[in-house]
């Protein structure tokens, strides 16, 4: 399962850098973070999982169909996007992949690997340490929240001087 | 037995891809999915490093970073926004005033 | 000598002497360095220097006939242990003469302020007045010959100053430059003297060298005549008196001041200080040079037509008189003499002043031009300058030495001295003398006679409308009262005919005087033969002075002689200017054929070598900068590529940097 998983990930996230539909890429995306939210089910994380789903899939993602629908004209054409740089980016990614391999691969985690017990509630757990220990990172999200709300709107309201 | 390791791979190519997407594509919302599909494969990370740790604390960092997701895509979203009003494009190589 | 012995201390009588000697000095700053409006400056200065006066008044008071007060201190230090001091030493010597500086000094400044009336260097004169008078007090007031040397280097300097003061006239800026290279001479005279004294002595303060010096040394014999040189330099003693009658070319204040009263009178007063070391060959040697010039001053004055240069022969042939009367040991009557004749002789200096003042307003109020200096224009003056004719009348007879008036005194002291000597060659000494008192009485007598008496010249030349004069003015006419006052007899000896009893005699020496009625009669005989004689020649109805306005400067080579001052300036002109011209000539040639043409090649190497260092600029140095220039701008081509302005590009970029870091700090 995790192996599917992972590979679904990959797969569908070089979808998205290979096509050249943007609703397309767009899709391939949401069948990436589908694929990730699995996995961390699958890393004994479900509510990290869970909220994967709602946010990315459920927020992020229209939230950004709807900013393409915005900014194209839509005149029933397909939308393409079109590509440049292609040498530098592929030749970035790959070298930035090959790199970060031969660390994790050269590194030893085996502190890391030895199976301990886990608390059998996990939600509880997050939901304790976020009210008690985390709670001033959690407000601090919370006022940062607040902050982008307002600042998107903010940004994209129409201003009249503004003059192209 | 899944090891940190398997984690740590999907979590570098997403990321990789994620910034080749930075780089190649042209559409704004494209790059911004991008910056998404990075910060997902940094989440990974995250959750492979606290599979055996019972503080669970890299989920709680994973879940601010979704939460610092979110506000970073709305502000972006609003400034592609603004900018497609101003230039009256989505593709990020035609403002270059920043050229030297 | 240490310096512990080296100094005395600073007494009130020194304080006092001190703010007397800077008020003048005070004077010439301010005035130099303040912009004064119009006469605002000259009551300033004038005010300064009858400060001075008083305060000289009260020194004279304290002073006269008390023990000397000497204050000395550390002037500066050579090497190790070589000490020069600087002080200020006043006794019976020094109060006479600081009292008689100031004096004049005041009654000068009250005349100028109305005979430089209108002048463009108003307030620079007063300032040179100042200069002047603070010189002269510094020479008094010294202790010692060197600081006296500096302040008579500042005192041939003030005067070449003001004799140069109209210095766009070409034959003043002549006459200064004479007048200070002339002195020049006698100075090195001086500075040498002042060597010899230092080396062997090992100090220059007076006191002390008149206790340590012993006559019988033959050195002190050479020091001492090195020391009359500038003697001879600043008092127109006879090698040297050529500049003295150039020196008229300043304006005639100054000339009362500087040419007649003080200045030329300075050298006498070295005399005076120096005489008590100062072996009697040398004191010979000295009178017989006095003697010399009091024959050729007197002389050269029978056959002068300027006022001024009658006076200022005159003023030559007086201080051969001083002169004489130190070198015949009676020192005292010489200072005597000194004194008597600054009054008198600045109050001549100051009456034909007055005339010429007037004389120049009448020629600008009519409109006509002539020299306001020639007696052959004037006659007649009697009438119409009445009391400039009183005042001048009086010191004329103070300066021809008839009795009743200041002049007979100190002269006949004078002669009394020198018919002393009279032993050998010594003789012409008083042969001298005595026909100088017959040509002085001569020339005296044709300048009142010629300036006063008759009628009026001018106007048989010159068309006149408006034939009066203006009064001369009250400003004027005090210095010229207390002046002609000072010539009167009873100011200086209750006994009309006898001036060994004068005050100032008694004053200035221990010694009995000696006196002698043969040597006053035949003075006083002499006297009026010389006044006779020229009044028979120049009386206003004779035939001479019926035609004296048409009259050349001179006929015959004797009256040449007189007129062109013995062909001094001739005879120096070709035995020393021509030769040394001659020289410079020479060395000029040298110059320009040896040391030129060296140089020459110099140059033209240097410019070889130019080329050659322009080459290596352009090439080497040239290519250098242009190579690094050339690198800069490459790398700035290449990082301007780097920065498209894409966004994209530049997260490429951010990422290769990330990737460098990774692989620096964990691989």
Not at chain 1, 7 to 12: E, F, H, K, P
Not at chain 3, 58 to 85: K, M, Q, Y
Not at chain 3, 616 to 631: E, K, N, R, W
Request: aromatic content about 14%.
């Amino acid at each position: 399962m995790f192996y599917f998983f992972g590979l679904l990930a990959v797969i569908s996230a070089l979808g998205v850098l290979f096509t050249r539909n943007v609703l397309y890429a767009t899709f391939f995306l949401i069948l990436s973070f589908f694929s990730v939210a699995s996995i961390y089910v699958l890393g004994n994380a479900s509510f990290i999982g869970v909220t994967q789903l709602l946010i990315y899939v459920g927020g992020i993602l229209i939230l950004m169909i709807f900013g393409l629908m915005l900014t194209t004209k839509l005149s029933g054409k397909v939308l393409v996007t079109e590509s440049h740089n292609k040498r530098m980016g592929v030749i970035l990614g790959v070298v930035f992949f090959s790199v970060l391999s031969f660390i994790i691969f050269s590194a030893n985690f085996e502190v890391l690997n030895k199976s301990v017990e886990m608390p059998k509630k996990m939600i509880e757990v997050i939901g304790v340490d976020l009210m008690s220990k985390y709670l001033i990172p959690f407000e601090i999200a919370a006022i940062l929240l607040l902050i982008a709300l307002i600042g998107a709107a903010v940004i994209s309201e129409k201003r009249k001087e503004i003059k192209e | 037995m899944i090891t940190v390791q398997h984690f740590l791979v999907i979590g570098i190519s997403l990321f990789s891809i994620g910034l080749s997407i930075v780089v190649i594509k042209k559409n704004a919302i494209l790059v911004l999915l991008g910056v998404e599909l990075m910060l997902n494969g940094a989440n990974v990370n995250l959750i492979g490093f606290s599979i055996n740790d019972p503080q669970i604390q890299g989920q709680i960092f994973a879940l601010f970073v979704i939460v610092v997701a979110a506000a970073e895509a709305a502000v972006a979203l609003a400034v592609v926004v603004r900018m497609y009003q101003y230039y009256a494009t989505s593709n990020v190589d035609e403002p270059n005033e920043l050229k030297g | 000598m240490n310096s512990l012995e080296t100094i005395l201390p600073f007494s009130l009588l020194t304080q006092f002497s001190l703010v007397l000697l800077f008020m003048p000095f005070f004077s010439f700053l301010l005035l130099s360095f303040l912009p004064l409006k119009n006469r605002n400056g000259a009551f300033m200065s004038s005010f300064l220097l009858f400060v001075s006066f008083v305060i000289a008044l009260f020194l004279f008071a304290n002073s006269w006939n008390n023990p000397p007060d000497h204050s000395r201190w550390v002037w500066f230090e050579i090497g190790n242990g070589i000490l020069f001091t600087s002080g200020i030493w006043l006794n019976n010597l020094t109060v006479l003469l600081l009292l008689l500086v100031t004096f004049v000094s005041f009654l000068v400044h009250l005349f100028s302020m109305e005979y430089m009336k209108g002048d463009k260097g108003y307030n620079r004169y007063f300032s040179y007045l100042g200069l002047f008078t603070f010189s002269m007090l510094g020479i008094v007031l010294s202790d010692n010959l060197l600081l006296m040397f500096v302040f008579w280097e500042l005192v041939g300097f003030s005067s070449y100053l003001l004799i140069g003061f109209w210095f766009h006239k070409e034959a003043a800026a002549k006459a200064s430059k004479k007048a200070f290279l002339v002195n020049r001479i006698g100075d090195l005279g001086f500075l040498i003297g002042l060597m010899i004294l230092r080396s062997k002595y090992n100090t220059l303060d007076l006191e002390t060298l008149t206790s340590v010096v012993e006559t019988s040394d033959p050195s002190i014999y050479v020091a001492a005549l090195c020391l009359f040189g500038g003697v001879v330099g600043k008092s127109a003693q006879f090698p040297l008196l050529v500049w003295l009658p150039d020196a008229m070319e300043g304006p005639t204040p100054v000339s009362a001041l500087i040419h007649a009263a003080t200045m030329v009178a300075a050298g006498v007063f070295l005399l005076a200080r120096i005489v008590p070391f100062v072996p009697v060959e040398a004191l010979h040697v000295m009178a017989l040079i006095g003697a010399i010039t009091a024959f050729m001053g007197g002389v050269a004055a029978l056959r002068q037509f300027d006022i001024k240069k009658i006076l200022a022969f005159s003023t030559i042939s007086q201080l051969g008189y001083m002169v004489i009367g130190v070198g015949a040991g009676a020192y005292d009557a010489a200072i005597f003499h000194l004194i008597t004749h600054a009054f008198f002789k600045a109050c001549l200096f100051l009456s034909a002043g007055a005339i010429i003042h007037s004389l120049h307003q009448f020629s600008s109020k009519n409109d006509v031009n002539f020299d306001t200096q020639d007696i052959r224009l004037m006659g007649g003056l009697r009438k119409k300058m009445p009391f400039t004719f009183l005042v001048f009348l009086l010191s004329s007879m103070a300066l021809m030495g008839m009795p009743l008036f200041s002049g007979f005194l100190s002269k006949e002291a004078i002669l009394m001295a020198s018919s002393t000597m009279n032993i050998g060659w010594q003789l012409v000494v008083p042969v001298l003398a005595f026909s100088s008192v017959l040509i002085t009485a001569f020339y005296v007598t044709r300048m009142v006679v010629i300036i006063f008496f008759g009628e009026f010249r001018l106007p048989k030349v010159k068309v006149i409308n408006t034939p009066n004069f203006a009064s001369v003015s009250l400003i004027m006419k005090i210095p010229l009262g207390l002046l002609a006052i000072g010539s009167v007899f009873v100011l200086f000896s209750s006994n009309p005919f006898d001036g060994s009893h004068s005050w100032i005699i008694k004053g200035l020496s221990s010694h009995v005087a000696i006196h002698s009625a043969i040597v006053s009669y035949g003075s006083i005989t002499l006297m009026l033969v010389g006044m006779g004689l020229a009044y028979a020649k120049f009386k206003p109805s004779g035939v001479y002075v019926q035609n004296l306005h048409k009259e050349l400067d001179y006929q015959n080579k004797w009256q040449s002689l007189s007129f062109n001052n013995w062909h001094l300036n001739k005879i120096y002109d070709v035995v020393f200017i021509r030769q040394i011209i001659n020289i410079a000539n020479a060395v000029k040639t040298v110059e320009e054929k040896m040391i030129d043409r060296i140089i020459n090649y110099f140059a033209i190497f240097n410019v070889i070598l130019a080329k050659f260092i322009g080459l290596f600029d352009q090439y080497i140095v040239d290519g250098l900068v242009h190579l690094s220039a050339f690198v800069t701008s490459a790398i700035g081509w290449l990082s301007k590529n780097i920065q498209t302005g894409k966004v994209q590009t530049h997260i490429v970029w951010a990422g290769l940097g990330i990737l460098m870091m990774i692989l620096w700090f964990v691989v």
